[in-house]
C-alpha cells in the first residue's frame, strides 16, 4: 500500500507569514508524530496523536505552532509568524498504534516538507 | 531527559569493508530502539530491538541490543557504495503518564562507502 505522504515537498515563506504543512498516514494507522529535522541533526520530537487526540505535544517549541488530526487520519502542522529559525525539514511518521507494549510500534516516515522562511 | 548519543559522527571506508556503528542511550523506561537509514529525506525503518543480546539481522546488516550498558550497534558486512547513507539511532520510552509514542534520535552517523 501507499506510504507516508506529506505536501508540500518545499515551501518558502516570508518571515511573519502563516504556513500549513500535511501528512497522509498509512492507511489504518492510528497513531501520527510530526518531528523536525535541522541540517546535520537528527529528527526533534513534535507532536504525536493517537486517534484524533494529541498524545503528546511536549516537543511543541513554542505557542506558535500548532498541529490538529479532526478525522483521525490526515493531520496539518500550523506554524503562525514564522521565524527564520524554523526553516527545517518537517518530517512526519505514522504507527499502528503506540501503546505502551514493547514491540510492533515502528514509525514509518514520509519525505518530509522542506521548509525555507526567508 | 531522555538522550542518544551516536558514534562515530561520519565514517568513510570503501566497498568490502565492514563498519559497527554505535549507539549509547539514556532514556526513562526503556520500552525498545530502533535504527533507520536516511538518504534523502525520508528515514527508512531498519530494526527494531527490545530485548538485550538477541541479534537481528537482514541480508548484510545485523544489531545487537546490551540494555545493561545502555547501547547498541550496527554492523554492516562487504559494504557497498549503495549503503552510503546516514544512520540514525532513536530510542521510545516512558517518562509516565500516558506518553509512549515519542522517539528520541542520535545526531545520526554519516557512512560514505568510496568504490
Known amino acids: 500500500g501507499a506510504g507516508v505522504s506529506q505536501t508540500p515537498s518545499n515551501k518558502v515563506t516570508e518571515k511573519g507569514k502563516y504556513v500549513e504543512l500535511r501528512c497522509d498516514p498509512i492507511?489504518?494507522?492510528?497513531?501520527l508524530y510530526w518531528y523536525r529535522q535541522s541540517l546535520g541533526q537528527g529528527p526533534e520530537f513534535l507532536i504525536y496523536?493517537?486517534?484524533?487526540?494529541?498524545?503528546?505535544d511536549s516537543g511543541l517549541p513554542n505557542d506558535r505552532f500548532f498541529a490538529v488530526r479532526p478525522e483521525g487520519s490526515v493531520s496539518t502542522l500550523k506554524i503562525q509568524r514564522t521565524e527564520r529559525g524554523d526553516s527545517a525539514v518537517y518530517l512526519c511518521?505514522?504507527?499502528?498504534?503506540?501503546?505502551?507494549?514493547?514491540?510492533?510500534?515502528?514509525?514509518?516516515f514520509g519525505p518530509g516538507t522542506r521548509l525555507t522562511v526567508t | 531527559e531522555d538522550k542518544v548519543v551516536q558514534s562515530p559522527l561520519s565514517l568513510v571506508v570503501h566497498e568490502g569493508d565492514t563498519v559497527t556503528l554505535n549507539c549509547s542511550y539514556e532514556?526513562?523506561?526503556?520500552?525498545?530502539l530502533l535504527w533507520y537509514k536516511q538518504e534523502k529525506k525520508a528515514p527508512t525503518f531498519l530494526f527494531m530491538l527490545?530485548?538485550?543480546?538477541i541479534e537481528k539481522k537482514s541480508g548484510r546488516l545485523s544489531s545487537i541490543l546490551d540494555k545493561k550498558e545502555l547501547f547498541s550497534i550496527l554492523n554492516i558486512t562487504a559494504t557497498q557504495t549503495g549503503d552510503s547513507a546516514i544512520y540514525l539511532c532513536?530510542?521510545?520510552?516512558?517518562?509516565?503518564?500516558?506518553?509512549?509514542?515519542?522517539?528520541?534520535f542520535g545526531q545520526g552517523t554519516i557512512l560514505t562507502v568510496h568504490p
Open positions: 496523536f493517537q486517534g484524533t487526540g494529541a498524545a503528546d
Open positions: 527490545t530485548s538485550s543480546g
Open positions: 532514556v526513562t523506561n526503556f520500552r525498545s
Open positions: 532513536a530510542v521510545r520510552g516512558n517518562a509516565g503518564g500516558t506518553s509512549y509514542g515519542k522517539l528520541t
Open positions: 511518521a505514522s504507527s499502528l498504534t503506540a501503546g505502551p507494549g514493547r514491540g510492533t510500534y515502528e514509525q514509518y
Open positions: 492507511s489504518g494507522h492510528t497513531a
